[in-house]
């Protein structure tokens, strides 16, 4: 029965790992204590001795692989070497089928020696899809290089000048063993009269030689110049593309057929029911998965395979296995079985899941884009070459750019100061009612003083030329009247006798009386524009607030300016991420969508193993893409989507409307 895989928590490993308890469980009640070991052992029909120290370093071994609650990935290789070495199985050389064991071991200790090897199995399998998975990301970013390359033309230029120094060696190469071979030729043909030319003779000779093997050369790339070079760059880009791909298809089905047939053990009470039987088919399952691991890990890296080809291999490789055959024939000898097992995991990861990892790794640079030197090449080469003319600006222009920075950095500090700091202040102030903080164009007593002066003014001329009708001057009641009507800006009796004095102004002038009452208006007009400027005073005073914020504004702008730059300076890598990473989403549904609709299922419905491989790889690089976009809790929504979407037994058709419902449900984070 295949099931499902879901990415990121591996709960498939943590259901198998379980169920290898329950099986255990259900044949052979296991010993939780030494003492128990005891009554068991007492009581067993066998009447074979237990080995406490076997089994406590069995029991040691086994706590260490078990699954915890908090598990979420699969142990490491070395964890894993740990464990079987803690277990203590008998010494010799991996692969070795003859070694006997002297003292044959007790039941309890057999089904704990299965129950680790198992477990360790299980382990080493949740190990290998992990790695498999990962390599998809960088390999699914090679092709995606590529394709990105291709698809410019300023690309390919920039592509022909990184790869240049490469090209130069590689013809320099080739024309070098051309003239080494014509050299060896020319010599096997000497004779000893020949051999005894002159050395301007094998000089002139050697030049020769090198001038025909550059001119064969040019003759035979006379073809691929009738081509555009782009076309040349494209077809060698397209063919690493190729390779690729198909490295990506050969894992993607490896990693299909280990999650669809590798630890498939059943999780029912039948499969208990068969677990208790003689045959036990769970220890059978358990040596084919380690076979099957060993057999994909193997064939992974080979390309000229194609995936049915691989397929192929895989199950052969399986069924013809030489050592499965010898476990066979051990029949009831449990104890031999499980150490040939532990042997054949040593085996794969101590070796082939190194190899297998250096191997992919070494793929990858072949046909992957080219090394940092490389792609840097010629920047790096201008700035050395004009590194001696910049050291030497900057010596000279020493002084300046000293200037410049000591400069910049007053201007700044002035900026900071008079634009932030004493703006924040005032307004700190100003909320206070701070009285240093006021804004005012006046003083308070100015208008004051003015408007006393002016009234002592009028009331002084009033007297001195207001008389009554009887020659009698003002009482202080009419006095009274004449300063109350000069608070209120009335200048009558000024006026009058203004008018009086004009008809005669030679007059007025002689005797002073016009010059005085044009002084008074004079102050008059003072007054009344203290009093206007009284007003705008108050009306700032209203404003403080205002103002103040006003004031801050620019220092403001140019920080959110300067901040904003920064930040786009040394943060935009990471919204250039985030907007790569949607446009990726899309992208990775459009393959998903590609794969389950273009794929030719099963008779039970389901995906083939390659196509079920490139989905898990497909929904591996969509977590990892969606988790830089999402919120925590729509991711975990999302993952609750890409499960469902793992889930084989579901069919086709509904794992296509669980890619129609991420589309439009999480559509406005893939914008």
Known sequence: MRTGYRIGESPRIRRIDVHLDR????????????????????????????????????????????????????????????????????????GTRDQVRTNKPSPIEQDLEWLLVSKATAQTHGLIINILLEQTLPLGQEIWYWGEVMGSSFYLGLYSLQTLPVRIWQWSINVYGDVRRRLDHDHTGFTNQTQARSISYNWSRFYSLIKDSIH?????????????????????????????????????????VLVDVGMNVDSDESGMSRAKSSTDEWKMVVWKSVVLMETILRNLTVLELGTHEFEDIIFTSVEDDTELSHANKLGDDSSQRSTLVARRLQLILQLHIPKHVASSQQLATEYG????????????????????????????????????????????????????????????????????????????????GDQESLERMVVDFARDNSPTASGVPMDETELASVRAKVREGDLTPVLRAYEKDLRRPFVGTLRGELIRALLIQVQKTKVDVEVALGGIDALLKSQELV?????????????????????????????????????????????????????VPSNN??????????????????RQSSHRVMPANVFAEFLEELNELTDLQTGVERQVRVVDRIRWAYSMWMK
């Not at 920064?566 to 250039?576: A, I, M, P």
């Not at 419905?605 to 969509?622: A, F, N, V």
């Open 23 to 94: 099986l255990q469980w259900a044949k052979r009640r296991l010993p939780l204590s030494l003492t128990e070991v005891d009554s068991d052992s007492t009581s067993s029909s066998d009447n074979l001795e237990v080995d406490e120290v076997r089994v406590g370093e069995l029991r040691a071994a086994i706590k260490l692989l078990s699954v915890t609650a908090i598990w979420n990935a699969p142990l490491s290789s070395e964890k894993i070497q740990a464990a079987l070495r803690l277990a203590n199985f008998p010494d010799g050389p991996l």
């Open 216 to 256: 064969d050369h040019s003759l035979r790339s006379a073809r691929s110049r009738i081509l555009s070079p782009f076309f040349l760059y494209r077809s060698e880009l397209r063919s690493k593309q190729q390779k690729l791909k198909k490295l990506r298809e050969i894992s993607a089905c490896g990693l299909g």
């Open 369 to 448: 884009r080219p090394s940092r030197f490389l792609r840097y090449w010629l920047p790096t080469t201008i700035l050395l070459l004009s590194s001696s003319t910049l050291l030497q600006i900057a010596v000279n222009r020493r002084a300046r750019l000293v200037t410049w920075l000591r400069d910049l950095g007053a201007t700044a500090l002035d900026f900071w100061t008079n634009w932030v700091v004493e703006p924040v202040r005032k307004l700190v102030g100003t909320i206070r009612h701070d009285k240093d903080a006021e804004i005012a164009i006046m003083s308070k007593k100015s208008l004051r």
């Open 547 to 599: 103002f103040g914020f006003v004031g801050l504004t620019p220092g403001i702008l140019v920080c959110m300016g300067l901040f904003r730059w920064l930040s786009g300076v040394f943060g935009g890598r990471k919204g250039k991420l985030e907007q790569k990473s949607r446009s990726r989403m899309i992208r990775l549904l459009r393959n998903i969508d590609r794969v389950l609709n273009g794929s």
């Open 605 to 622: 419905g389901m995906l083939s193993y390659k196509d079920h491989g490139m989905l898990l790889c497909e929904i591996h690089i969509l």
